[in-house]
């Protein structure tokens, strides 16, 4: 007599398996090493044309180029961040530049004021942006190109040719150096340092990231998304008027096309998201965006010691941000989960 025999167990389903990608280098890594190329690069070209790239002199002009579009390019992150857009910052910064100027008319003890109202002014330009992306619905885009349009006509209907002029105690921000690095340049990275320990640190910088990821999903979770929109772009308009006045104190007199002649707009969004940061929001570093700002820096050292056609620059720098997004978005294509690759010949059979 035979004995009975256990049941077997039903075989568990066919799973696909998991696949374990290798770690590469994360966005920021990869802006950095494309700086390291382009710092080896620069040295070996303006080598060849008998210039040595890593002088004290080259390296301030550098580093003071930085300054500036590394201000505006911070305050963009957090617009950016947040899933919206700043096309007014060039306007803000030249705006601040005049009406400080003006106030300021050379004299040491009107510099307080000067800095008060035109601070101010900027503070409340990136209030009504926030406000009008947040609760009016409105793109970043459009509302932020309508300010621009609206300050420019300000500016090109009261300001003809240079206005005002700082004084000499003002125009030592941007003259003077601590080592070999100029003032305005660790003013940058102390404000760069606050940016980092506000997406870091504090709820808002936490909201931020949320808003920008998924508006809907932070609000169902008890986020008041408005109030992250507004505390960016107060921010970037913020220091899109502190940029406007290092450049003041750089020139000594308000130049009121100072800031659509630098591109700090498109500039600046160009930087960022060289820098590895979502056009979409949600996802960067201000690491990342300095290092963007520091390439293009590079870059335009070189072409200007090269004396490259101002076209072929334009070319130069697109071809870098194609290059460099599109290895971002082939890492994203990488780092997809396995589940969503497309099924092997034999599971298609089966």
Known sequence: MTSPTAPTAPSAPDRPPVVRRPAG??????VLVILAVAVVAGAVLTAIEGRNFFSTGNLRDI???TSTLGLIAIGQTLVILVGSLDLSVPFVASLTGVIAAGIMAGETGNVPL???VALGLAALIGLVNGLVVSLLRVHGFIATLGMGLIISGYIATNYQGSHGSAPRSFRLIGISFIGPIPVSTLLMLGCAL???VLLRRTRV???LYAVGGNAEVARLSGVRTWVPVVTAHVLCSLLAGFAGLLLLARLSVGNPTIGSQGQYDLMSIAA???????????KGHITGTIAG???FAVMDNVMGALQTDPF???VVRGAVIVAAVAVYARREIDRRPARFDAPSPARRRA
Not at 25 to 30: E, F, N
Not at 272 to 282: H, M, S
Request: proline letters at 0%; hydrophobic letters at 55%.
């Open 63 to 65: 580093l003071t180029i």
């Open 293 to 295: 700002v520091a390439i």
């Open 25 to 30: 280098l994360t966005s920021t890594g990869i």
């Open 114 to 116: 000067a800095l008060v």
């Open 205 to 207: 910088g936490h909201h």
């Open 272 to 282: 960022v998201v060289l820098g590895g940061t979502l056009l979409a929001g949600g």
């Open 312 to 314: 072929l620059r334009d």
């Open 194 to 196: 606050l940016a980092i």
